[in-house]
């Protein structure tokens, strides 16, 4: 079996009274795993030493094993996949089926991550792996979700969810995302090149191979199983068998030392730079937030740009780099070739039809809309599906596929109308109560629906059907907002004020609960602001491993409320002043990001438009604001 490795970059550290900067402890990467301590160099040099002696004085020995090696098992191979990945069906009945029908000995089962990296780095039992890519991403690996019996030590603990470094705090998901981090350091990817060197370069093979302590057996490498002749069955089998067991090495795809990357092109996270911010973790310094505007490393957004609109703004829409379109009424847009066309979906609740206007211009197209006891609550388009999805207040959603960009075309004789029938819906049911709003994530293929009763349902994309439920909100879940980055969901439910108190602070009647959940349905944190009412959400999306992105609330007292995305602490608030002649903050009622994240655009129940950037001599000519 033939696996993907990454190079062992763990964060350790036992004290996490105090916050702390973690030091990354890596392997020496231009080594094999096995061979990291002058005792393990040793020991391997002496296996090396003594099967190259057997093999020249023992004529038997040489028609098994016609080379000496350092290791006979490859760093990932089967074992080390089922062993790290026991606790995630269908692994487990893979680890128990390759253990011969039962889990393996209690103490040998992965269960702490300071005793793996302790085994790794000591060489005790010759445990010489590297990680997985679920390190970097899957949690859910490191939890005992099932609740499988894996037995007790010798000393009488207990073997249930993997044990985590302290400054961790006991959540798999905060320590996946800083392992992630640490993956994309400038210290990693400085020594990258080592490493590929290491397991797809020159030092697979020859007197560089020997020198890293990187050789293996024979039977691990291509070439062996391509030379063996097919008649031979006894020996292709035993081959094969050790391959699945051990595993086998790549093929080499570098003759060459791998260049060195070019230092200034790599965002340098774990950087003292980032002691001047608050830290996203308080057990953990030096983690970067990335470059977006409202980033606490950046300086404080600055308004840079204003404009009125005599029309109501209910939808603000980016497209590609520097288009925005401003969406008014019933009616949602579908962008097509990066914003350069798009189609503009407008319906009036009973009249049975979905117009839709095209741009470029060409003929008028109609959906018959059958489901006139269905009005419509809200709307969502999925643009790589090229797809509308209607919530309704009956408390169904339907999909509908949009005509071709060729049913849009103008006849020579006339512009024709072309009427679709009804039959291009699917309908999706799980709600018992009318939709408040949708969210997908293109990228995960999920789509997200929230209705009156509290319910948030998952859906799948591709097969357009139902995943699980989320009941967490006890009142009407007011508005939903999807990471595209990881697909977490955040949501908001509106509960009672103390009115009294509203009215003396002068403040809102109803108090706001900001919900995070992952893509797997589990409540990760909340917020709740008291007195508060959110009026719209936006997530960053800077990429994961160089930034932390942060959730953005914006409220009917005009401020704009900055959360971590990782566990919603807060980080930061921004008073957009919209209007000089106005001492207060206008309420604000949609807002976004834009332009790679550049800018953050926001709108006003005053249907005014504004643009907040990192500086203040910001340059907008390039942005082309298009009103639909």
Same mark, same amino acid.
């Given at each position: 079996?033939?696996?993907?490795?990454?190079?062992?970059?763990?964060?350790?550290?036992?004290?996490?009274?105090?916050?702390?900067?973690?030091?990354?402890?890596?392997?020496?990467?231009?080594?094999?795993?096995?061979?990291?301590?002058?005792?393990?160099?040793?020991?391997?040099?002496?296996?090396?030493?003594?099967?190259?002696?057997?093999?020249?004085?023992?004529?038997?020995?040489?028609?098994?094993?016609?080379?000496?090696?350092?290791?006979?098992?490859?760093?990932?191979?089967?074992?080390?996949?089922?062993?790290?990945?026991?606790?995630?069906?269908?692994?487990?009945?893979?680890?128990?089926?390759?253990?011969?029908?039962?889990?393996?000995?209690?103490?040998?089962?992965?269960?702490?991550?300071?005793?793996?990296?302790?085994?790794?780095?000591?060489?005790?039992?010759?445990?010489?792996?590297?990680?997985?890519?679920?390190?970097?991403?899957?949690?859910?690996?490191?939890?005992?979700?099932?609740?499988?019996?894996?037995?007790?030590?010798?000393?009488?603990?207990?073997?249930?969810?993997?044990?985590?470094?302290?400054?961790?705090?006991?959540?798999?998901?905060?320590?996946?995302?800083?392992?992630?981090?640490?993956?994309?350091?400038?210290?990693?990817?400085?020594?990258?090149?080592?490493?590929?060197?290491?397991?797809?370069?020159?030092?697979?093979?020859?007197?560089?191979?020997?020198?890293?302590?990187?050789?293996?057996?024979?039977?691990?490498?291509?070439?062996?199983?391509?030379?063996?002749?097919?008649?031979?069955?006894?020996?292709?089998?035993?081959?094969?068998?050790?391959?699945? =067991?051990?595993?086998?090495?790549?093929?080499?795809?570098?003759?060459?030392?791998?260049?060195?990357?070019?230092?200034?092109?790599?965002?340098?996270?774990?950087?003292?730079?980032?002691?001047?911010?608050?830290?996203?973790?308080?057990?953990?310094?030096?983690?970067?937030?990335?470059?977006?505007?409202?980033?606490?490393?950046?300086?404080?957004?600055?308004?840079?740009?204003?404009?009125?609109?005599?029309?109501?703004?209910?939808?603000?829409?980016?497209?590609?780099?520097?288009?925005?379109?401003?969406?008014?009424?019933?009616?949602?847009?579908?962008?097509?070739?990066?914003?350069?066309?798009?189609?503009?979906?407008?319906?009036?609740?009973?009249?049975?039809?979905?117009?839709?206007?095209?741009?470029?211009?060409?003929?008028?197209?109609?959906? *018959?809309?059958?489901?006139?006891?269905?009005?419509?609550?809200?709307?969502?388009?999925?643009?790589?599906?090229?797809?509308?999805?209607?919530?309704?207040?009956?408390?169904?959603?339907?999909?509908?596929? /949009?005509?071709?960009?060729?049913?849009?075309?103008? *006849?020579?004789?006339?512009?024709?109308?072309?009427?679709?029938?009804?039959?291009?819906?699917?309908?999706?049911?799980?709600?018992?109560?009318?939709?408040?709003?949708?969210?997908?994530?293109?990228?995960?293929? /999920?789509?997200?629906?929230?209705?009156?009763?509290?319910?948030?349902?998952?859906?799948?994309?591709?097969?357009?059907?139902?995943?699980?439920?989320?009941?967490?909100?006890?009142?009407?879940?007011?508005?939903?907002?999807?990471?595209?980055?990881?697909?977490?969901?955040?949501?908001? *439910?509106?509960?009672?004020?103390?009115?009294?108190? =509203?009215?003396?602070?002068?403040?809102?009647?109803?108090?706001?609960?900001?919900?995070?959940?992952?893509?797997?349905?589990? $409540?990760?944190?909340?917020?709740?602001?008291?007195?508060?009412?959110?009026?719209?959400?936006?997530?960053?999306?800077?990429?994961?491993?160089?930034?932390?992105?942060?959730?953005?609330?914006?409220?009917?007292?005009?401020?704009?409320?900055?959360?971590?995305?990782?566990?919603? /602490?807060?980080?930061?608030?921004?008073?957009?002043?919209?209007?000089?002649?106005?001492?207060?903050?206008?309420?604000?009622?949609?807002?976004?990001?834009?332009?790679?994240?550049?800018?953050?655009?926001?709108?006003?129940?005053?249907?005014?438009?504004?643009?907040?950037?990192?500086?203040?001599?910001?340059?907008? $000519?390039?942005?082309?604001?298009?009103?639909?």
């Amino acid at each position: 079996m033939t696996s993907c490795s990454i190079p062992c970059c763990l964060l350790f550290c036992q004290n996490s009274a105090r916050r702390i900067w973690i030091s990354m402890i890596l392997p020496i990467i231009g080594k094999n795993i096995c061979a990291q301590t002058p005792t393990q160099e040793e020991k391997r040099t002496a296996m090396y030493n003594a099967l190259e002696s057997l093999i020249t004085t023992t004529d038997s020995l040489s028609n098994v094993c016609h080379r000496p090696y350092h290791s006979h098992n490859f760093v990932s191979n089967a074992a080390v996949v089922y062993q790290y990945n026991l606790r995630l069906p269908p692994f487990t009945q893979l680890f128990v089926q390759f253990q011969g029908g039962k889990f393996d000995c209690p103490d040998r089962v992965f269960n702490s991550i300071k005793e793996m990296y302790r085994f790794v780095t000591t060489g005790i039992n010759n445990d010489a792996k590297e990680l997985l890519p679920e390190f970097f991403y899957l949690p859910e690996f490191l939890v005992n979700s099932e609740g499988f019996n894996l037995g007790r030590t010798h000393n009488g603990h207990e073997v249930d969810d993997v044990i985590l470094p302290p400054w961790a705090k006991g959540d798999p998901r905060l320590f996946v995302l800083v392992h992630r981090q640490a993956l994309e350091s400038q210290m990693v990817v400085n020594n990258l090149a080592a490493w590929i060197d290491l397991v797809f370069g020159y030092k697979q093979a020859g007197e560089a191979a020997k020198e890293a302590f990187n050789v293996y057996h024979p039977n691990a490498y291509f070439s062996t199983l391509s030379s063996i002749d097919p008649d031979d069955e006894t020996r292709l089998r035993a081959v094969i068998s050790q391959v699945r =067991s051990c595993g086998q090495v790549p093929k080499q795809l570098f003759h060459q030392a791998h260049p060195l990357p070019n230092i200034k092109s790599v965002s340098n996270v774990f950087n003292t730079a980032a002691f001047r911010t608050i830290s996203p973790l308080d057990t953990v310094s030096g983690l970067r937030w990335g470059n977006y505007v409202g980033s606490p490393e950046q300086v404080h957004p600055h308004v840079v740009w204003i404009k009125h609109y005599n029309h109501p703004i209910d939808r603000l829409v980016c497209a590609g780099r520097m288009k925005l379109f401003v969406v008014s009424g019933t009616m949602d847009l579908l962008l097509r070739n990066n914003g350069a066309e798009w189609s503009a979906l407008i319906w009036r609740d009973g009249d049975g039809y979905l117009n839709v206007k095209n741009c470029p211009p060409g003929k008028r197209v109609s959906i *018959s809309w059958p489901f006139n006891y269905a009005q419509i609550t809200c709307t969502y388009p999925v643009v790589s599906d090229q797809v509308f999805f209607f919530g309704t207040q009956l408390g169904l959603i339907y999909a509908c596929k /949009m005509p071709e960009q060729e049913a849009f075309s103008v *006849s020579k004789e006339k512009k024709q109308q072309t009427l679709y029938p009804y039959h291009q819906f699917t309908t999706l049911v799980g709600h018992s109560s009318y939709i408040t709003d949708m969210k997908a994530c293109e990228a995960f293929r /999920m789509l997200y629906s929230s209705s009156a009763d509290g319910n948030i349902i998952f859906w799948d994309l591709n097969r357009l059907s139902y995943i699980r439920s989320v009941r967490d909100h006890k009142t009407q879940v007011e508005m939903i907002c999807i990471c595209t980055t990881t697909a977490d969901l955040a949501s908001v *439910s509106y509960l009672p004020a103390d009115k009294e108190a =509203s009215r003396r602070r002068g403040s809102d009647d109803v108090s706001s609960l900001i919900m995070l959940h992952t893509i797997n349905g589990k $409540k990760v944190s909340q917020q709740l602001l008291v007195s508060e009412k959110v009026t719209c959400l936006t997530f960053s999306s800077r990429e994961e491993g160089r930034s932390v992105n942060v959730l953005v609330a914006a409220t009917m007292s005009g401020v704009l409320r900055l959360y971590s995305s990782w566990d919603l /602490m807060f980080v930061k608030e921004v008073r957009p002043f919209i209007d000089p002649m106005r001492s207060s903050l206008s309420p604000i009622r949609l807002i976004t990001y834009c332009c790679d994240d550049k800018y953050l655009v926001g709108s006003t129940f005053d249907n005014v438009i504004f643009i907040l950037a990192a500086s203040p001599d910001d340059d907008l $000519k390039q942005l082309s604001l298009i009103y639909v």
